[in-house]
T-cell receptor, first 113, second 111 residues
């Protein structure tokens, strides 16, 4: 593919609802990262996949957050029982291998009302 | 926690001037990357410099790395209004290969 894509671009949901955010990485990239970014801040690391497995999920804030990458390509970030504090832009990035240049998607802006 | 911190937080210059941004970090790294972000969405990768490199160039961009001082600088020469953006450095904690970002430098280039 041409680049990393993320869907939806915007998501508005009510407090307590469940949401799924999707990331399509660049074809052939083995490493995939999720970040979230609040206004005026840098991206905050959430989780890193190498292939299908979550190699590091130390950035997930609590057990309401979960991510999968079942076939080593597309990844889905899942947030249960959303809270207003979850509102942010969720960014996905991929790289050929770990330690290589990361390429970011345009992000999903999540707003929890 | 944030590994890298950019300095200054904000920078305002005239078109044609050079812009220099600095990044300091705390622990050993494998590599350091600089990114640009416009309008709060979609970071664009600029340069990756590895811990055994001291300087890299790409067009009007020059990045230096001083591992003894745990710092890096990004120089944009002959700036243009289109360079207006936020600039972030991302460093990986030694051995982790997970880039972590600072709060960024907001650059405004006045035409």
């Amino acid at each position: 593919g041409a680049g990393v894509s993320q869907t939806p671009s915007n998501k508005v949901t009510e407090k307590g609802k469940y949401v799924e955010l999707r990331c399509d990485p660049i074809s052939g990239h083995t490493a995939l990262y999720w970040y979230r970014q609040s206004l005026g801040q840098g991206p905050e690391f959430l989780i890193y996949f190498q292939g299908t497995g979550a190699a590091d999920d130390s950035g997930l804030p609590n057990d309401r957050f979960f991510a999968v990458r079942p076939e080593g390509s597309v990844s889905t970030l899942k947030i249960q029982r959303t809270e207003r504090g979850d509102s942010a832009v969720y960014l996905c990035a991929s790289s050929l291998y770990r330690g290589h240049e990361q390429y970011f998607g345009p992000g999903t802006r999540l707003t929890v009302t | 926690s944030q590994q890298g911190e950019e300095d200054p937080q904000a920078l305002s210059i005239q078109e044609g001037e050079n812009a220099t941004m600095n990044c300091s970090y705390k622990t050993s790294i494998n590599n350091l990357q600089w990114y640009r972000q416009n309008s709060g969405r979609g970071l664009v990768h600029l340069i990756l410099i590895r811990s055994n490199e001291r300087e890299k160039h790409s067009g009007r961009l020059r990045v230096t790395l001083d591992t003894s001082k745990k710092s890096s600088s990004l120089l944009i020469t002959a700036s243009r209004a289109a360079d207006t953006a936020s600039y972030f450095c991302a460093t990986d904690l030694g051995g982790s290969y997970i880039p972590t970002f600072g709060r960024g430098t907001s650059l405004i280039v006045h035409p």
